[in-house]
C-alpha cells in the first residue's frame, strides 16, 4: 500500500511541475519592454519572392518584408506609398510613377527607378499572383533615378491595385539578381526576418528595421506570424494569449464575445451557384435565361442567411464586393424568393417536368450549403447531382470546372477589374466553358478606357446586365470574421481577406 | 538470433520495396500534377510546361521512378516541389514532432493498457466489468474528438498546458513534455482500451490452462504465477497488437497534429497531398513504411525472447 501512495505522490508532484511550471497566459507587458504583436494566419510563407508569392492571407507576411509602391487605404482606396505620385496619361496607356528618395533596402541598395525595373520584369516571369498585371506593362521606361513610366500593352483597371498588392512589393535588385529571394528576403519594408528566431511552417518572427521611413505606421518592435491551418487550433491559441489576431469563422462569434475578445467583420466572399453553361452546350437548360432566372427565384436567401449564416453577412444578387464601383443595393431585390415564379419560368422555358442539374462542388466549407440548395431546388423541379471534389489537385479542379454548374466561395475585390478577370471574360479560370455575349463583350472593352464616374456607370451597367441575364445564383455576401485580443486595436480593411499591418496598433 | 533478425529485416526491407514501387506508380496513375500543384491555379499553362520540364516530368515514367529510387538508396530523396526545400531536410525536421507523438502514445498505451488489462483479468466481477464498459468507451471515442476536448479543459478553460505549438526537446526538455502531453493522451486513448481488452482477454485464457493449476497446486504465489509464467504466455498476442497500434498512431497523429497546431509528418504528407508533391509525399511513406518496419522488428524479437519457437518459424 506505501508503494501505491508513493507512486501516486510521484504522479502527482510530476504533474504539478508539468502543469504548474510555466503558465501559457501571455505575462504582463512592461512598460519599457519591446512591444511585440503576434498573429495567427491561415497560410505559410512557403516562399519569401512576391514573384511566386499567391494572393490570400499570407499578404501579411509580404508586407513584413517588402514596401508596395502604391498602397490601399482602409476603404480600398489608392494612395501612394514608395511612389509618392501616380499619374496616368490620356488614353491611360502610360503610368508615370514619381518616387521617393533615400530609401534603401535592408541590404544597404538604394530603392530608385533601376530597382522598380528590376522588380516588374521579375514579376513577369514568376508564376504568382502579380504575374498577370505584370504582364500587362509592356515596358518599365527609366525617366530618371526617381522617375519611371509604365508603357501598357492596354489600358489595365487593375493595375494601381496590383502596384500596391504583390506587383509593388519592392524586393532588392541584388537579391532578385542573385535568385535568393525564396529562401532569403531583402526589401524595403518595416521589418527583416530574423531566421534565428524563425521555424518554417512552425513561427516566423521579424525585428523592426532601424530608420524605417514610416515607422510610425508601424508601431511593434517585433512581429510574429504564426501559420494555423486549423480554425479549432488558432483560436484555441487566441483564447489562451499564443496569439493576438487571427481570421475567424461565425460559428465562433458567440464564444469569442464571451472569452472577452474583439469581433469585427468586413463584406467578404460570396457564397452561390455559377451557371456557366450559359450556352447550354452540356445542359441545354441552362442556355435558357428562364431557367437560370427560375434558380435565383426558387433559393430563400433571407432564410438562408438566418439559419446557415447566422445573420453575419447580407443577402445577395451580386459578385462584386459592396463597397466597389460596380455594387447596386437595389439589385439584391431582383430575385425575392418566389418558388411559384420559378416554377412558371420553367413551365415558359418547356421545363415543367424540370430536370437533372450536375452541380459540381469543393468538399469542406461548401458540403453543408450543397443539400440545402437542392432542396430549395428541388421545390421547383430541379434535381441536383451534387459532383464532390477533394480539393483541386489531383484533376479536382478539372473535374469542378467541367460541370455545367459549380458551387464555391468566391472573394469580392476593389477594384471590381480583379473579379471581371476571375469570372466574366471568356478566358478566366471561373468561366470554363467561355461563355460571352455582346454586351457583356462590349462593356469589358469599354471600362478599361474610362475612369471615375463615367467607369462606375460602366460596371453598374454591367453589373445590372448580369444580374437580369442571371449568369449566377449568388446567395449571400458573407462577412470575414477576424478575432483580436484586447491589447491591440485593428482597423478593418474593405476587400482584403486580411488587414494590412500597418492597420494594427498596440491598444490605447 | 542474428539470423533471425537478419531475415525479418530483409522481408521488411522487400515489403518497404514493395509499398514504395506500388505507391509510385499510383501516384502516377492519378495523373498528380506537382507542377500545377507547385505554380498553383492561375498560373499559365506555359508556365506549368516550363517547371514540368525542370522537373523531369517529361521523361518516361519508368525512367522517373529509376531516377527516384537511386537516389533514395543515397540517401537523396530529392526536392520539394511545392517548397522548393530538399526533402530529406523537411523530414528530418518534422519527424521529431510525430515520433515523439507516435512513440509516447504507444509507451502509455503499453503501460497503461497492460496494467488495466491484467487488473482486470485478476479481478472478474464489478471491477472486470467496470474496466470493459471503459475500455469499450474509450475504443469508441475518436481520438481527434478526445484532442479536442482536452485542448478545450486543459489548455483553454483551466490553463494548465499549452493549446498549441511544440518545443523541441534539445530546447528545453519539461516544455517539451507540457507540448506532447495531451496530444499523447488523445492518441493513446484508444490504444489504451485496444491493448488492455487484448491483455485481459489472453490472461483469462492462459489462466484457464491446466499448466496453470498444476503450478498452484505446487504451492506457488499467485504472483510468481502471474508474473513469471502467464503474463510471459499471454504477451505475445498483445505484442502483435502494440505493433498494429504503432501503425494507428502514426497515422492517427496526422488529425492530432492539426487540433495542436504541431508541424509534424502529417501536416507534411496533408499539404503535399494537396500540392501534388509527390517527391514528399514518397518521402514521407519511405520513412513511414521504414518506421513501420523497424517497430515490427523490435516487436519480432521481443516475441521470439519470450518463445524461441518463433526463431525457427
Not at chain 1, 449566377?472 to 478575432?483: D, G
Not at chain 2, 493522451?185 to 485464457?205: E, K, M, P
Request: charged residues 15%.
Amino acid at each position: 500500500m506505501r508503494k501505491i501512495y508513493t507512486m501516486g505522490a510521484v504522479l502527482v508532484a510530476g504533474a504539478l511541475v508539468l502543469t504548474g511550471c510555466a503558465s501559457t497566459a501571455p505575462e504582463a507587458e512592461e512598460e519599457t519592454g519591446p512591444i511585440e504583436l503576434v498573429i495567427g494566419n491561415n497560410g505559410d510563407a512557403i516562399t519569401w519572392d512576391p514573384a511566386e508569392m499567391k494572393e490570400g492571407a499570407i499578404i501579411q507576411y509580404a508586407e513584413a518584408i517588402y514596401d508596395p509602391l502604391l498602397r490601399k487605404t482602409a476603404d480600398a482606396q489608392i494612395e501612394g506609398n514608395l511612389a509618392t505620385d501616380f499619374v496616368y496619361n490620356d488614353d491611360l496607356t502610360e503610368l508615370t510613377l514619381t518616387l521617393q528618395e533615400g530609401i534603401t533596402f535592408s541590404d544597404d541598395e538604394p530603392f530608385n527607378a533601376e530597382a522598380v525595373k528590376a522588380n516588374i520584369e521579375a514579376r513577369k516571369l514568376g508564376a504568382g499572383s502579380a504575374s498577370e498585371a505584370a504582364k500587362s506593362i509592356e515596358e518599365v521606361v527609366i525617366v530618371d533615378d526617381t522617375t519611371v513610366e509604365l508603357d501598357l500593352v492596354a489600358p489595365n483597371p487593375g493595375l494601381l491595385s496590383a502596384l500596391a498588392t504583390y506587383l509593388g512589393f519592392m524586393a532588392s535588385p541584388a537579391a532578385i539578381d542573385a535568385g535568393t529571394l525564396g529562401t532569403d528576403p531583402v526589401g524595403s519594408g518595416p521589418y527583416v526576418l530574423n531566421t534565428a528566431d524563425s521555424e518554417p511552417a512552425v513561427s516566423y518572427s521579424f525585428d523592426a528595421r532601424e530608420g524605417y521611413w514610416n515607422a510610425e505606421a508601424f508601431p511593434f518592435d517585433t512581429l510574429v506570424i504564426k501559420p494555423y491551418t486549423d480554425f479549432t487550433a488558432r483560436y484555441n491559441a487566441l483564447s489562451t494569449g499564443q496569439i493576438q489576431f487571427m481570421y475567424g469563422t461565425a460559428d465562433m462569434v458567440e464564444t469569442a464575445e464571451a472569452d472577452g475578445l474583439t469581433v469585427q467583420t468586413v463584406p467578404g466572399e460570396w457564397q452561390g451557384v455559377i451557371m456557366q453553361d450559359r450556352a447550354g452546350s452540356v445542359l441545354p437548360a441552362l442556355g435558357d435565361v428562364r431557367v437560370r432566372q427560375a434558380i435565383n427565384y426558387a433559393l430563400d436567401r433571407e432564410t438562408i442567411l438566418d439559419t446557415y449564416y447566422n445573420g453575419l453577412g447580407q443577402i445577395s444578387t451580386q459578385t462584386f464586393n459592396p463597397a466597389s464601383a460596380a455594387w447596386i443595393d437595389e439589385l439584391n431585390e431582383e430575385y425575392p424568393y418566389d418558388p411559384e415564379k420559378a416554377m412558371e419560368l420553367l413551365a415558359d422555358a418547356g421545363y415543367e417536368d424540370g430536370f437533372t442539374m450536375p452541380v459540381g462542388y469543393s468538399e469542406g466549407f461548401m458540403t453543408p450549403l450543397v443539400p440545402i440548395v437542392s432542396q430549395y431546388l428541388s421545390e421547383v423541379g430541379i434535381t441536383v447531382t451534387p459532383v464532390p471534389i477533394n480539393g483541386f489537385a489531383n484533376g479536382g479542379l478539372e473535374t469542378l470546372t467541367s460541370q455545367p454548374s459549380f458551387m464555391l466561395s468566391f472573394s469580392t475585390n476593389i477594384p471590381a477589374w480583379t473579379d471581371v478577370l476571375n469570372k466574366l471574360t471568356p478566358t478566366s479560370l471561373w468561366n470554363h466553358f467561355g461563355y460571352t455575349d455582346d454586351t457583356v463583350e462590349g462593356l469589358l472593352e469599354e471600362i478599361p478606357l474610362t475612369q471615375g464616374d463615367e467607369q462606375k456607370a460602366l460596371y453598374q451597367e454591367l453589373n445590372t446586365h448580369l444580374v437580369e441575364e442571371a449568369w449566377f445564383a449568388p446567395i449571400v455576401t458573407q462577412q470575414n470574421i477576424y478575432l483580436s485580443s484586447s491589447d491591440i486595436a485593428v482597423t478593418m480593411q474593405q476587400a482584403q481577406l486580411v488587414p494590412s499591418l500597418r492597420f494594427f496598433a498596440p491598444a490605447s | 538470433m542474428i539470423a533471425f533478425i537478419a531475415r525479418r529485416l530483409a522481408s521488411g526491407i522487400v515489403l518497404a520495396f514493395v509499398v514504395v514501387t506500388g505507391m509510385f506508380f499510383f501516384l502516377k496513375l492519378t495523373g498528380s500534377d506537382p507542377a500545377r500543384g507547385a505554380l498553383g491555379l492561375y498560373a499559365t499553362e506555359d508556365q506549368v510546361e516550363t517547371r514540368r520540364l525542370q522537373l523531369g516530368l517529361d521523361r518516361p515514367v519508368l525512367e522517373q521512378y529509376w531516377d527516384w529510387l537511386s537516389h533514395a538508396l543515397r540517401g537523396d530523396l530529392g526536392m520539394s516541389s511545392a517548397q522548393n526545400t530538399p526533402v530529406i531536410d523537411l523530414l528530418v525536421t518534422r519527424l521529431p514532432v510525430t515520433v515523439s507523438l507516435a512513440v509516447g502514445a504507444i509507451l502509455v498505451a503499453a503501460l497503461l493498457g497492460s496494467l488495466l488489462g491484467v487488473l482486470a483479468a485478476i479481478n472478474p466481477g464489478r471491477f472486470d466489468r467496470a474496466l470493459q464498459v471503459t475500455m469499450v468507451l474509450g475504443f469508441a471515442l475518436p481520438n481527434f474528438w478526445v484532442a479536442i476536448i482536452l485542448a478545450l479543459v486543459f489548455a483553454v478553460k483551466l490553463r494548465w498546458l499549452p493549446a498549441t505549438g511544440y518545443i523541441h526537446l534539445t530546447d528545453d526538455p519539461l516544455g517539451w513534455l507540457r507540448t506532447i502531453t495531451l496530444p499523447i493522451i488523445a492518441l493513446s486513448i484508444g490504444s489504451i482500451a485496444a491493448i488492455a481488452q487484448q491483455l485481459r482477454n489472453s490472461v483469462i485464457t492462459v489462466y484457464s490452462q491446466d499448466y496453470v493449476r498444476t503450478l498452484r497446486s505446487r504451492g506457488l504465489s499467485s504472483r510468481s504465477i502471474l508474473l513469471t509464467h502467464v503474463l510471459r504466455n499471454a504477451s505475445p498476442p498483445a505484442l502483435t497488437m502494440l505493433s498494429l497500434q504503432f501503425i494507428a498512431a502514426m497515422s492517427g497523429a496526422a488529425i492530432i497534429e492539426r487540433v495542436f497546431a504541431l508541424q509534424g509528418i502529417g501536416s507534411v504528407a496533408i499539404n503535399a497531398s494537396g500540392n501534388s508533391d509527390i517527391q514528399v509525399i514518397m518521402g514521407v511513406l519511405l520513412f513511414t513504411v521504414l518506421l513501420v518496419v523497424l517497430v515490427n522488428l523490435i516487436v519480432d524479437v521481443l516475441y521470439s525472447a519470450l518463445n524461441p519457437k518463433v526463431r525457427a518459424a
